[in-house]
């Protein structure tokens, strides 16, 4: 199984991913270790000249699990024929235990990569560097994360074995089935919607509010990430049964086809851009009083929070309009 | 933002400027990355094809064909297993096949035989694959000698030859008349080489073949979809270990750009020293220099994929031919339908853009940090 | 450190635009080969007036100037530069005081770029490239827009009468020219002060001359300017407006001309 040209893709992009991680990381160690900033020595000196390095190796390292993510979302859609059972990507990701940790694991590390680039953006502007500490900390916690994709990855595809019947998204994301697919999809369509629609518009409403008055930072990045995973339910339990014009049909993964005119694309780029600008704004408040930050990092939340209710804003349309103009009609 | 736009738009403009004043090093870099690519699209794009080829093939491959197994071997099918297996439920009809290999010890060529009555040929006559009638120049109207079981060379007419458009499926193939057939094989009456059962509900088929296998615990159904997971699956094997071979050759290149990248000339050192004196910050020259791999990584990346498709589709993969050549004497001769996926692109990317990219931050990072008032020095 | 007109040093704040205080630059710190290239030094430059840096080589003259012009970190000591009249700063006013002293890199670099111009000894001019893309290359991550720059460039070129060379390679220009060239690069992001090490170094007496009439223009047009040299032509020229003296990284004091 491994010998595919795409799963060997994959092993690749991860392991290069992990190893400008751990690159990062280790030397985000020793900066933590030896950081002084008043010090004109050539040890602070050289420092200074790592964080270029490390900033360029997480930015490289987000594109790269940018790209791995999808590749991996496509691979496991073409790999679903020689599945028994599987008519999807879905299908090919419950062939084994690891498959759909292994996904949020990526989305994750992709969450996890954008936020901290975010966090390093605000304090390259400070001219004391007052996050340093904090940042470096946070990528010692985040790096271990790619390792760990590593391992999933590996175990994953070497225990894809070709003629093991799976479930596909047919029955994995069916109403019947325990388990989290199973629940998202089992959660009552219209009161689904209800909720969407709401945290939707409280979100909107909070983000507008903490953009004029420049308070309320935490209340709007705790709604914006509650919209998130409900985002990405309402997918599961109510967008996609639009979408596909069926009532039993609820595959996150299908709508990235040609066959519903890739509307996938949009939809997760807005709501995943969506949720990393609003999880950077509560990760970046409480620091807004430190140092030269009280300039900087106000105006930099604003900012991500007008991204974010855009995007929100287009991901909300988006659905709206697969809704309105598609044939399916619920409960009727 | 505009701004931004604006110094990112400035700093490409200088990134350019800078590969073209340093051709020779790029130049050759350039080609042996595009060679790396060219060699791995051609092999991931030769995979597709084929794979779509097979499954094109399969698809009017019948739901499910019954083999008869003795001691582990295939043997020829008694036919009488037809009603009872017609008779269950969910089976529309079943068929026997009458095939087999036929090896000519002459050219070392190994035909398919098939025995059928469409297109009617008449006695003594065979309808030949367009690979056959190349390997033995033979055109409508020749003779074929085949030799039956007992050695005795039996002559047939050449009634037709399959047009070149059926190369991938019929380049060995030879089709005769049932009875000229079972003469030239001796073979054994009232059994057949194996029966095809098409089934009127797709999602019966595991169910149906079950049963069958229940009745007929001497024999093996093999279900179209398996056939196509083999196929897949071989194909993907198949392409995924020579790309591990071809890994000694990624790694090679990536040591080569590596090398490339480390070895900043006298010359280079004392024009980043320059521009960071003027007041270009370490991150504008690191950007310049990502930009720089950047530039080179794509065209390679275009130039070998382009080159590879059409080495694939235009040239019909020949750079391969030679490799796959010793497997088989009959090498059909075709032209693959051209295959665009952009999940190929995607992971040709990984594999060749990825390394590359990879291997040059830490060499453009050493360029960008030499310091600027060495320059002033110099 | 000494006035020409003899008169006793009086600074305020508004008229000095560099400070440096107890400033210290050491090479190779702890180990064998330890190198100390400025030692404890102290002084202030003015703003808008000629100020030369003399010494021999070794003295460190070099070294000094690239700590005030932001190109270096001290070991230790303080540099303020005082209303540089650049806004560089996040929350800093443009004639606020700024200690450069322990600013990362990104800030320094923006500082130096907008506030100071360099002449260096042996031009540093980018070989491969027309003299245009050499003058306008300081103005390239500012984020302006090129044709704005070109403009500017232009109009520099002109000032120096050297623009028939506009898309002259540089290995096409004699001394004099090039040495035009480095000075119309130097001003293309309007610097406050320019810096200069040995710029008559390559030059004959008669080009010599004819720089520090570029310099006279160029206090005339409101900048200040820091000359490190060893030629009298440029030290005991009636333009300079004040001299500091340097050996083995300290101040020699005193020394008023006759």
Redesign the interface.
């Known amino acids: 199984m491994i010998l595919h040209p795409a799963i060997l893709a994959l092993l690749l992009g991860s392991l290069l991913i992990s190893l400008m991680m751990l690159y990062a990381g280790w030397y985000g160690a020793r900066i933590l270790n030896a950081w002084d900033?008043?010090?004109?020595?050539?040890l602070q000196?050289e420092l200074?000249?790592r964080t270029y390095l490390i900033s360029t190796l997480v930015s490289y390292a987000l594109a790269f699990e940018l790209i791995s993510l999808f590749l991996f979302i496509f691979t496991a859609d073409r790999l679903h024929p020689l599945f028994t059972g599987a008519m999807c990507a879905a299908g090919t990701l419950n062939a084994n235990g690891y498959g759909y940790p292994l996904l949020l694991l990526k989305m994750a590390n992709f969450l996890l990569a954008g936020v901290w680039l975010m966090v390093n953006h605000v304090d390259?502007?400070?001219?004391d560097?007052p996050l340093i500490r904090i940042k470096y900390t946070m990528l010692l916690a985040i790096a271990p994360l790619s390792l760990y994709e590593i391992y999933y990855l590996y175990r994953y595809f070497s225990g894809l074995h070709a003629d093991v019947i799976t479930s596909c998204c047919g029955s994995l994301f069916s109403l019947e089935r325990p388990g989290i697919a199973g629940d998202l999809a089992s959660l009552p369509s219209t009161p689904m919607l209800i909720v969407f629609y709401t945290v939707i518009a409280a979100t909107l409403f909070s983000g507008a509010y903490y953009y004029r008055e420049g308070r309320g930072g935490y209340l709007f990045s705790a709604l914006g990430c509650a919209a998130f995973v409900t985002g990405i339910a309402s997918i599961v339990s109510f967008i996609s049964l639009y979408i596909y014009e069926l009532p039993t049909h609820h595959c996150p993964f299908d709508i990235l086809q040609k066959e519903y005119g890739y509307i996938g694309y949009p939809l997760y780029a807005s709501l995943f851009g969506a949720g990393v600008a609003a999880l950077s704004v509560g990760v970046l408040t409480p620091f807004r009083t430190r140092g030269?930050m009280?300039?900087?990092i106000p105006a930099f939340t604003r900012r991500l929070t007008a991204i974010a209710l855009i995007l929100y804003l287009l991901f909300t349309l988006i659905a709206s309009c697969e809704i309105v103009f598609s044939s399916f009609r619920m409960g009727a | 933002m505009?701004?931004?736009?604006?110094?990112h738009r400035?700093?490409l403009?200088?990134a350019l400027?800078s590969l073209l004043?340093r051709k020779g090093k790029n130049l050759s870099l350039l080609s042996v990355y595009t060679l790396i690519v060219f060699i791995i699209a051609s092999i991931v794009f030769f995979t597709q094809a084929l794979k779509r080829e097979a499954a094109l093939v399969l698809d009017g491959a019948p739901d499910l064909v019954v083999q008869r197994m003795v001691a582990g071997r295939h043997d020829p099918i008694p036919i009488a297993y037809r009603e009872r297996i017609a008779a269950i439920r969910g089976v529309s009809e079943v068929r026997p096949r009458f095939w087999g290999y036929y090896y000519e010890a002459v050219t070392g060529a190994n035909f398919t035989l098939v025995a059928s009555n469409d297109g009617q040929p008449s006695v003594k006559s065979v309808f030949i694959g367009s690979g056959v009638a190349r390997n033995s120049s033979l055109t409508e109207g020749d003779f074929l000698p085949l030799r039956d079981v007992k050695g005795t060379p039996v002559l047939f007419t050449v009634g037709k030859v399959f047009p070149s458009a059926s190369e991938l499926v019929a380049a060995d193939l030879i089709q005769m008349r049932e009875d000229d057939f079972r003469t030239l094989f001796d073979f054994p009456t009232g059994r057949a080489t194996d029966l095809t059962v098409s089934i009127r509900n797709k999602g019966e088929v595991k169910t149906i073949a079950a049963k069958i296998a229940q009745q007929f615990p001497d024999t093996r159904p093999i279900l179209k979809s398996e056939m196509l997971r083999t196929y897949d699956s071989v194909f993907d094997w198949r392409g995924g270990m020579v790309i591990v071979i071809l890994s000694v050759a990624v790694l090679s290149f990536i040591i080569f750009a590596w090398d490339k990248a480390t070895g900043l000339s006298a010359?280079e050192r004392k024009?980043i020293?320059?521009?960071?004196?003027?007041?270009?910050?370490?991150?504008?020259v690191l950007r310049m220099k990502s930009f720089e791999g950047v530039v080179i990584s794509l065209t390679a990346y275009l130039a070998g994929v382009s080159l590879a498709y059409a080495h694939v589709f235009f040239f019909s993969a020949s750079l391969f031919e030679h490799t796959l050549k010793g497997w088989s004497v009959l090498y059909p001769q075709f032209r693959l339908a051209p295959v665009v996926d952009p999940y190929l692109f995607c992971v040709l990317f990984f594999l060749t853009v990825g390394p590359y990219i990879v291997a040059t931050i830490v060499p453009s990072w050493l360029a960008a940090t030499v310091?600027?008032?060495a320059?002033?020095?110099? | 450190m000494a006035r020409r007109d003899g008169g006793p040093r009086r600074r305020h704040e508004v008229l000095t635009v560099i400070e440096l205080i107890e400033v210290s630059k050491f090479f190779?710190?702890g180990k064998a080969n330890q190198f100390i290239a400025v030692d404890g030094l102290s002084c202030a430059i003015g703003r808008g007036e000629v100020t030369i840096l003399k010494g021999p080589s070794g003295s460190g003259k070099?070294?000094l100037?690239?700590l005030i012009g932001c190109?270096?970190?001290?070991?230790?000591g303080r540099i303020l530069l005082h209303g540089i009249g650049k806004e560089c700063?996040?929350?800093c006013a443009v004639g606020d005081t700024v200690e450069i002293?322990?600013?990362?890199?990104?800030?320094l670099?923006?500082i130096?770029?907008s506030a100071f111009g360099?002449i260096?000894?042996?031009f540093?001019?980018?070989?491969?490239?027309t003299v245009l893309?050499n003058v306008m290359?300081?103005a390239?991550?500012?984020?302006?827009?090129?044709h704005e720059v070109r403009r500017r460039a232009l109009d520099l070129l002109e000032t120096f009468s050297i623009s028939r060379h506009a898309g002259a390679r540089i290995e096409q220009l004699s001394g004099g020219e090039m040495q035009r060239v480095a000075i119309a690069?130097a001003l293309i992001?309007d610097p406050v002060m320019i810096i200069a090490?040995e710029p008559t170094a390559h030059l004959d007496s008669k080009l010599s001359i004819e720089f520090m009439e570029i310099v006279a223009g160029l206090k005339t047009a409101g900048k200040s300017v820091l000359i490190a040299s060893h030629d009298p032509i440029v030290y005991d020229a009636a333009l300079a407006d004040a001299v500091i003296e340097m050996r083995d990284g300290r101040l020699v004091g005193g020394g008023t001309r006759p």
């Open positions: 900033l008043r010090s004109g020595s050539e000196l200074e000249k390259n502007r400070g001219h560097y030269s009280a300039q900087i | 505009n701004r931004c736009i604006e110094r400035n700093i403009d200088f400027s004043r010359e024009e020293g320059i521009l960071k004196s003027i007041g270009w910050e370490t991150g504008d310091d600027p008032d320059a002033m020095r110099s | 190779n710190a070099t070294t100037l690239t190109m270096a970190r001290p070991t230790s700063l996040a929350g002293t322990s600013l990362p890199e990104r800030f670099t923006s130096r770029r360099f260096f000894q042996h540093n001019l980018v070989r491969g490239i893309e290359l300081p390239y991550p500012t984020g302006e827009s090129l690069r992001n090490d």
